[in-house]
């Protein structure tokens, strides 16, 4: 396992910064500064749909300012802007932070939480598998709800990270908005990643990442903003990891990568949430990856790819002639 990896306290700093840059510029991302006690809470787009610019910083504090994200002009036949994520630190940015391993939960509150603030609670078994549990002093996360959690919900956040409530540090958006879609499709790397941890590849041998999926139209409700950003990865993602192992390791599982590996690929994802009941833990779960994968072994110089976009699928889902 890697010993060179970031620290956690370094991580969340720098997302803090971002934090702080959003908290100055408010007009700028039409975000909104509340005080739950003495937590900074920023709305990113609870009860609206938000802005660009927003979802674009948001994802970059999700994944602790290890990565750059932008926005592309669209193009194609599918006519959407894309986001693309690239990060020379994949495994802190996209696995320590990034990845939405932290369901919070209490009396009526719920949301998904992601951000570098999960790995000093550490309680995910990737975390530890990879070194990436450690203290920190400031807190920074993100979540995925459509209210503003209380005090209740904060001192709960705080005393797993082991900080105090006044060091924790969050931003909301929903997922029917700019940056709460945003957010959610700048993880076409991290989706790869998990999805490489599931198939028991050694996460530490990736060096670099970088990935673009479609941003979907923004949604009038969560649920079906939440079929549509999974069918921008499933469908719509590519992404190129630059890895540094032997080849057979990576042709062992190369087939199995992309979403076409599963039995369920080629249907809206909203239909086969309601297939299962809403219930992600009965979809398998080869289902979730980007729709086309290339990985370049910089050990061999050899280039490997499987599964393809599918436009026709997107269009479908969106509702795109």
């Not at 709305?43 to 602790?64: H, P, Q, S, W, Y």
């Not at 719920?110 to 920190?136: I, T, W």
Request: aromatic fraction near 8%; include cysteine; charged fraction near 25%.
């Amino acid at each position: 396992m890697p010993d060179n990896i970031l620290h956690a306290e370094q991580i969340n700093d720098a997302a803090f910064e971002l934090f702080v840059k959003a908290i100055h510029s408010p007009k700028e991302f039409d975000i909104r500064v509340i005080d739950v006690g003495d937590t900074k809470v920023l709305d990113f787009a609870v009860e609206r749909k938000g802005t660009e610019e927003a979802g674009v910083i948001l994802a970059e504090i999700c994944m602790g300012s290890l990565a750059k994200v932008e926005l592309l002009t669209p193009f194609g036949d599918l006519n959407r802007p894309q986001v693309k994520v690239e990060t020379s630190m994949p495994l802190e940015s996209c696995i320590g932070s990034q990845y939405a391993g932290w369901p919070v939960s209490h009396e009526k509150f719920f949301a998904m939480c992601s951000g570098p603030m999960r790995m000093p609670r550490g309680k995910e078994d990737v975390l530890n598998e990879y070194k990436l549990h450690q203290p920190a002093t400031v807190a920074v996360g993100v979540m995925e709800a459509n209210k503003i959690p209380d005090a209740e919900v904060i001192d709960l956040i705080a005393q797993q990270c082991g900080v105090k409530s006044r060091d924790v540090n969050l931003c909301i958006a929903r997922t029917a908005s700019y940056p709460g879609s945003i957010q959610v499709v700048a993880r076409s790397v991290e989706t790869a990643m998990h999805k490489l941890h599931e198939l028991k590849f050694d996460l530490s041998t990736i060096v670099h990442g970088e990935g673009t999926a479609p941003v979907p139209p923004i949604a009038d409700d969560d649920m079906t903003a939440l079929g549509w950003t999974n069918d921008s990865m499933l469908y719509g993602a590519k992404v190129t990891l630059t890895v540094d192992t032997e080849d057979d390791e990576i042709e062992a599982i190369l087939d199995d990568i992309p979403s076409s590996s599963s039995s369920e690929f080629g249907t809206p994802f909203l239909d086969i949430f309601n297939r299962y009941d809403k219930d992600f833990y009965k979809i398998d779960k080869m289902l979730f990856s980007p729709a086309e994968i290339v990985i370049k072994n910089q050990k061999t110089d050899r280039e490997f790819t499987a599964g393809e976009v599918r436009n026709d699928i997107l269009k479908t889902s969106f509702g795109i002639s």
